[in-house]
């Protein structure tokens, strides 16, 4: 039920679709013929905004294609709670660079010279070394328990505990 059926009790009857003759002629039919130009004129302008708009909007959707040796900024999205590259998650910069362009991968894929602090080699998982199921996942196994520490929080005690997997180093 809209608000207007709330209130007085009946649907809303615009001019422009009144069926009955006997309330058409009673507001005239010059009244009927200049309300609908009205919508007319207002649907013509609306369009005339939406194509106005989309030209903005589609000026900056271009396809991007970058070469080799070109110089393009990485974008970054910051993890909440984390601080990344010396900024809390506010201030945090979105694109960190120029880095250049060392070779095409794909369509939208490029191989990036970064720098050694970025390109962290323990993060890397070689192809080779990995035992892949057919759902392309591996198997990390926990091989000792490095630390232990409770961490109080205001009604309890969590418990954490420092792994070292068999994938990864101590560090």
């Given at each position: 039920m809209t608000s207007f059926e709330v209130l007085y009790g009946m649907k809303f009857r615009s001019p422009?679709?009144?069926d009955d003759i006997s309330e058409a002629q009673v507001t005239g039919p010059n009244m009927i013929r200049d309300m609908s130009n009205k919508v007319?004129?207002?649907k013509s302008?609306?369009?005339a905004?939406?194509?106005?708009?989309?030209k903005y909007a589609n000026e900056r959707r271009r396809p991007l294609s970058f070469d080799q040796g070109d110089r393009v900024f990485l974008k970054i999205s910051p993890f909440r709670g984390t601080v990344r590259f010396g900024k809390r998650v506010?201030?945090?910069?979105?694109?960190?660079?120029?880095?250049?362009i060392l070779d095409r991968i794909g369509n939208l894929a490029y191989k990036l010279a970064l720098?050694?602090?970025l390109s962290d080699p323990s993060h890397v998982l070689h192809p080779d070394e990995a035992e892949l199921d057919e759902t392309l996942s591996y198997i990390e196994r926990p091989i000792q328990i490095l630390d232990r520490k409770d961490t109080q929080l205001?009604?309890?005690s969590?418990?954490?505990v420092k792994v070292q997997w068999s994938r990864h180093g101590v560090e």
């Open positions: 422009l679709f009144w007319k004129l207002i302008r609306m369009k905004a939406q194509v106005r708009q989309a506010k201030l945090s910069p979105r694109y960190i660079g120029p880095y250049e720098p050694p602090a205001r009604n309890k969590v418990q954490l």
